[in-house]
C-alpha cells in the first residue's frame, strides 16, 4: 500500500516536477511520464482529485473493474479513498490527453467550499460511475481548468487562493449538472438498472431472505449491482424521486399490503415475516407510511 500525505510526494513518486503550489496541483496528462506496465498497486492518497482525460489503447484496471478512458470522462476522488490501479497499454500506440487537478484539505480550510465540498454526492461514485461529457461539456470543463491553470502559474498574492476555489466551485457545480443531465440522458441503461433493482427487491422479499438476514439495506442492493450507494441513489432520485431506501420501503410497505389483504396471517406474523422483530416496530412503521395501523388497512377490506 502507497500512503500519499501530500500532492508533492505522489508528484516525485509518479516523476512529475514539484508543484508550484504544496497544496494544490494541476497537471497536464500529456506530460505525466508512462512506463509499459504497471502492476496492480494500492494506494491511498489525502487529498481529492479531480480528473477530465482520454486515454486511448490503455487497459485501466481499477479495483477488479476494467475501465475504458476513450471517451472525454470526469471522476472524482476523496481523501482517503483506497484505489487499486493496473495499467497495461497492450503494445498499442498511447495517446493521451486531458487535466487532474490534486486539492490537498488544508488548501480550502476555513473557506465555504471548506464546507459545501462533501455535498457534492459524485465524490463518492465510483470510477465505473465517471461522468461522461459530451464535445461542448468537455469544453466548459477545459475553460475552467486552464482559467485554474493560469492562475495557478502566476505569482501567489493575496487574491490567487479565493479567485481558484471560486473557479474550482464552479467547476463542481458545472460537474453536478452535467451528472443529473447523465442520469436523465443514459435512459437505456439508467432505466435496466430500475428494472435490475425491481427485479433483485422481488427476487430478496419472495425468498426466505428476510427471515434470515432482514431487510436489505442500501449497501447490499448496490453491491449486488456493481454499484456505489451513492451512485445508485442518486440515479434513482433524478429517474424516480425517491433513494434507494425509499424504494426498500415501498416494496416492503407493498408486500405488507399485499399480506394483510389477501392472507389470515396475523398481523404479529405478517411482522415476523417480514422481518421485523417487534411487533410495535411493525406497527409504527406501517402507520407512518400508510397513515393508517395495519389493523385499520385490514378492516377496510371487510
Given at each position: 500500500?502507497?500512503?500519499?500525505?501530500?500532492?508533492?510526494?505522489?508528484?516525485?513518486?509518479?516523476?512529475?516536477?514539484?508543484?508550484?503550489?504544496?497544496?494544490?496541483?494541476?497537471?497536464?496528462?500529456?506530460?505525466?511520464?508512462?512506463?509499459?506496465?504497471?502492476?496492480?498497486?494500492?494506494?491511498?492518497?489525502?487529498?481529492?482529485?479531480?480528473?477530465?482525460?482520454?486515454?486511448?489503447?490503455?487497459?485501466?484496471?481499477?479495483?477488479?473493474?476494467?475501465?475504458?478512458?476513450?471517451?472525454?470522462?470526469?471522476?472524482?476522488?476523496?481523501?482517503?479513498?483506497?484505489?487499486?490501479?493496473?495499467?497495461?497499454?497492450?503494445?498499442?500506440?498511447?495517446?493521451?490527453?486531458?487535466?487532474?487537478?490534486?486539492?490537498?484539505?488544508?488548501?480550502?480550510?476555513?473557506?465555504?467550499?471548506?464546507?459545501?465540498?462533501?455535498?457534492?454526492?459524485?465524490?463518492?461514485?465510483?470510477?465505473?460511475?465517471?461522468?461522461?461529457?459530451?464535445?461542448?461539456?468537455?469544453?466548459?470543463?477545459?475553460?475552467?481548468?486552464?482559467?485554474?491553470?493560469?492562475?495557478?502559474?502566476?505569482?501567489?498574492?493575496?487574491?490567487?487562493?479565493?479567485?481558484?476555489?471560486?473557479?474550482?466551485?464552479?467547476?463542481?457545480?458545472?460537474?453536478?449538472?452535467?451528472?443529473?443531465?447523465?442520469?436523465?440522458?443514459?435512459?437505456?441503461?439508467?432505466?435496466?438498472?430500475?428494472?435490475?433493482?425491481?427485479?433483485?427487491?422481488?427476487?430478496?422479499?419472495?425468498?426466505?431472505?428476510?427471515?434470515?438476514?432482514?431487510?436489505?439495506?442500501?449497501?447490499?442492493?448496490?453491491?449486488?449491482?456493481?454499484?456505489?450507494?451513492?451512485?445508485?441513489?442518486?440515479?434513482?432520485?433524478?429517474?424516480?424521486?425517491?433513494?434507494?431506501?425509499?424504494?426498500?420501503?415501498?416494496?416492503?410497505?407493498?408486500?405488507?399490503?399485499?399480506?394483510?389483504?389477501?392472507?389470515?396471517?396475523?398481523?404479529?406474523?405478517?411482522?415476523?415475516?417480514?422481518?421485523?422483530?417487534?411487533?410495535?416496530?411493525?406497527?409504527?412503521?406501517?402507520k407512518a407510511k400508510t397513515s393508517q395501523s395495519p389493523l385499520a388497512f385490514r378492516a377496510s377490506f371487510n
Amino acid at each position: 500500500m502507497r500512503h500519499f500525505k501530500t500532492i508533492s510526494e505522489f508528484h516525485h513518486f509518479v516523476g512529475l516536477p514539484a508543484p508550484l503550489h504544496p497544496l494544490i496541483s494541476i497537471v497536464d496528462v500529456a506530460n505525466v511520464p508512462h512506463s509499459a506496465t504497471f502492476e496492480p498497486m494500492p494506494m491511498v492518497m489525502e487529498f481529492y482529485s479531480i480528473a477530465v482525460k482520454r486515454m486511448v489503447n490503455f487497459k485501466v484496471q481499477y479495483g477488479q473493474r476494467p475501465f475504458d478512458f476513450n471517451d472525454g470522462i470526469m471522476s472524482f476522488i476523496s481523501p482517503s479513498q483506497v484505489l487499486n490501479i493496473a495499467v497495461d497499454d497492450n503494445g498499442k500506440k498511447l495517446e493521451k490527453s486531458g487535466w487532474v487537478i490534486y486539492i490537498h484539505p488544508d488548501f480550502i480550510w476555513n473557506t465555504a467550499l471548506a464546507k459545501t465540498i462533501r455535498k457534492y454526492d459524485f465524490w463518492d461514485y465510483s470510477l465505473n460511475e465517471a461522468l461522461f461529457l459530451s464535445g461542448k461539456e468537455e469544453a466548459t470543463i477545459n475553460s475552467i481548468i486552464k482559467s485554474i491553470f493560469e492562475e495557478y502559474q502566476t505569482n501567489i498574492d493575496r487574491f490567487s487562493k479565493s479567485i481558484i476555489i471560486s473557479h474550482i466551485e464552479t467547476l463542481l457545480n458545472y460537474a453536478d449538472r452535467y451528472y443529473h443531465r447523465q442520469f436523465i440522458t443514459r435512459q437505456k441503461s439508467n432505466y435496466q438498472v430500475l428494472e435490475r433493482l425491481e427485479t433483485l427487491l422481488n427476487n430478496y422479499f419472495d425468498s426466505d431472505d428476510l427471515l434470515s438476514k432482514g431487510l436489505p439495506n442500501v449497501a447490499y442492493l448496490a453491491d449486488a449491482m456493481n454499484l456505489s450507494p451513492k451512485y445508485l441513489s442518486s440515479l434513482l432520485k433524478v429517474l424516480t424521486g425517491q433513494n434507494t431506501q425509499q424504494h426498500i420501503h415501498e416494496k416492503l410497505i407493498g408486500k405488507a399490503k399485499e399480506k394483510l389483504s389477501t392472507t389470515d396471517l396475523s398481523v404479529s406474523e405478517i411482522a415476523y415475516a417480514l422481518g421485523f422483530g417487534h411487533l410495535p416496530s411493525f406497527s409504527k412503521f406501517f402507520k407512518a407510511k400508510t397513515s393508517q395501523s395495519p389493523l385499520a388497512f385490514r378492516a377496510s377490506f371487510n
